[in-house]
């Protein structure tokens, strides 16, 4: 039987970018990070003069991950870049990413930009979306349009993965 997917953004759910700036949350470590896709995004600025991102990462988190019956794949505006600068300070293998056929566009339905390229790559597979910008619309969209079961699974960007997140995944892998 096939693992169900668990779909992870980086910013949000392992990166509590929107944590107060004076206060790391507990169990994080500050790291800065130029990934090259932040670079590109900089473009024309010269590559020494862009302003690496502040990422707070959670070592425990790659652990907790790995140890979840699911088949981890980043789906994050950082892509392949996860592989380099996330993946290897939390503990994670290199994993598959999903490629954005729109990055930051705008949907004709108000969905999320990462909705329907997300259920697309997820070919009717089970899955969960661990991602801080899914919305009412969004999860709609997906019960309407994905043959599998699904759980779009919202993560304060203040707070990150937490343990309640974890039980939720564990239940719902029993489940599907």
């Known amino acids: ?12 759910p392992l990166n509590p970018y929107a944590a107060p700036d004076t206060r790391r949350p507990e169990g994080y470590e500050t790291h800065r990070l130029l990934p090259e896709g932040w670079v590109t995004r900089n473009a024309p600025t010269p590559r020494n003069q862009v302003k690496p991102l502040r990422v707070w990462l959670n070592p425990a988190h790659g652990p907790e991950l790995l140890a979840l019956p699911y088949e981890l794949v980043w789906a994050t505006t950082w892509m392949e870049d996860a592989n380099s600068h996330i993946g290897p300070r939390i503990g994670l293998p290199e994993l598959p990413y999903i490629t954005w056929t729109n990055l930051f566009g705008d949907d004709p339905d108000g969905l999320h930009w990462k ?5 697309a790559w997820a070919d009717g597979r089970s899955f969960v979306w661990l991602d801080d910008e899914l919305g009412p619309l969004d999860i709609e969209w997906i019960a309407a349009n994905h043959p599998g079961p699904a759980l779009p699974l919202w993560v304060d960007p203040r707070t990150g993965l937490r343990e309640p997140h974890f039980e939720a995944l564990r239940e719902w892998a029993e489940e599907d």
């Open 115 to 119: 909705t329907r390229d997300l259920v």
């Open 1 to 12: 039987m096939t693992q169900p997917l668990l779909l992870i953004d980086v910013d949000g």
